[in-house]
Each structure stands twice: as C-alpha cells, then as structure tokens.
C-alpha cells in the first residue's frame, strides 16, 4: 500500500523568500509521485509529478521537487516566493497507471508581503 | 477539451433527501475517481473505475453510497439517504494510463440541513 505524509499543515513565507514544504511517502513499490495546487473553491491542478526519470522535476510556475529515494522524500521548492503561491499544496502517491492516487493531508501556503 | 465537468456546483438539500452527482471525464481517458474532500479528513478517495468497471469502492462510506459509470462518458455518485455529515466537496477525476497524474473537475459543494 501506498502513503504521503505531508509535514507542517501550514506553512508561512515572505514574499520574495524560499519556499520549502515537505512530503514524505511509503511505497511498497518503485513510485511515482505528484504534487497538485488547489486554489480557493477550484479543483486541484498539477504542478509536477515524478515518473522514475529525472530525480529533479520541474513543474509550472517556478516549483521544482526532487525525488529521494534514501530518504523517502519528494519536497516541493520554489527560490522565490510569490503573493499568487498562496493556495494549498497536496502530495500524492499512486504504484501504477490507471489506479487511483493516494494523497497527504495537504499544506496551506500563506505568503505575505 | 473543456476538462472534466461536474454538476451540479452546489448542493443545499434537506437531510434524508437523496442526491445525486454527475461527472463527465476528459474525452479519451479510461479512469475515473470519485473524492471526497473535508477539512476534518482531507481528500479521501471513494470510488474508482477502470474501462467503466469499479475497481475499488472500499473508501465508499456506507450502504447509503453509490456510483456508477454507464458508459466512457458519464458516472453519478449517489446518496441515498443524505445526512449532515455527507456536507463535503466531492471531486471527480479522470485520468489515462499513459499520463498517470489525475485531471479534476472544480468539484461539487454538498450542504445537507
């Protein structure tokens, strides 16, 4: 069975400094891992996912994770943060295609100015 | 494409009363997720097809729940009857086994009085 463990469920940045939220995960099986944004009242939108290629990925708007394996980590980071980052981030863990994807309790990034 | 497409929006219904979802997923994806989404217990997955045949329904509540997927195009989620502990915003997803992340629709807002 799959799992993400998502550390800090609220995390607080100034504009312009680094943003770091933290997932971790269990897999029984090589996985492959996802980080989606959910703004308010919208669904979620992915903003990267790790396929088993590039340990390092790079998704939109500036965000970039990297995959691990000895630590068991996927976090997301972004150099400089924006006042349009705040929103909620969700880790997610799927084994395979086609099946469903496992996510963390989600963190709310807030951004001030 | 226009993504998926959930309806209604919203939902007020008395408590006891049966209600009824409806998720139209991405033309050409062949799985499809039903989520529930709640402050007190995050994204929870309910319910996912594969082919339109339910794979996994072991996140479904209870008896009082089910969905069903007729054709590639169209999958209900049903309860019957509602309680106030159903309030939730539910989310559809699709997805397809070559791109592996999960495309969601922005999700249905259910309030049960």
């Known amino acids: 069975a799959q799992s993400v463990t998502q550390l800090g469920s609220h995390v607080s940045v100034s504009e312009g400094a680094l943003v770091l939220l933290r997932c971790n995960y269990s897999?029984?099986?090589?996985?492959?891992l996802f980080w989606y944004v959910q703004y308010p009242n919208q669904g979620l939108q992915l903003l990267l996912k790790?396929?088993?290629?590039?340990?390092l990925v790079k998704g939109i708007n500036g965000f970039e994770a990297e995959f691990k394996k000895s630590e068991t980590s996927f976090h997301l980071t972004k150099p400089s943060a924006h006042m349009s980052d705040a929103a909620e981030y969700f880790c997610?863990?799927?084994?395979?295609?086609?099946?469903?994807?496992?996510f963390g309790k989600g963190t709310t990034l807030s951004v001030s100015s | 494409d226009a993504g998926v497409i959930q309806s209604p929006r919203h939902e007020v219904t008395e408590m006891g009363q049966e209600v009824t979802l409806r998720c139209k997923p991405i033309?050409?994806?062949?799985?499809l997720f039903w989520y529930r989404q709640t402050m007190m217990r995050g994204l929870e997955l309910l319910i996912y097809f594969n082919n339109n045949v339910p794979i996994d329904d072991s996140g479904m509540p209870e008896d009082r729940f089910s969905a069903k997927m007729p054709n590639a195009s169209f999958s209900t989620l049903k309860i019957q009857p509602s309680e106030p502990r159903d309030s939730a915003v539910y989310f559809c997803?699709?997805?397809?086994?070559?791109?592996?992340?999960?495309?969601f629709g922005q999700g249905t807002r259910l309030t049960v009085v």
């Open positions: 997803a699709s997805s397809h086994d070559i791109d592996l992340e999960a495309f």
């Open positions: 897999s029984s099986v090589p996985p492959y």
């Open positions: 997610a863990v799927t084994a395979k295609a086609g099946t469903a994807l496992i």
């Open positions: 033309s050409g994806h062949n799985s």
């Open positions: 790790y396929t088993s290629a590039a340990t």
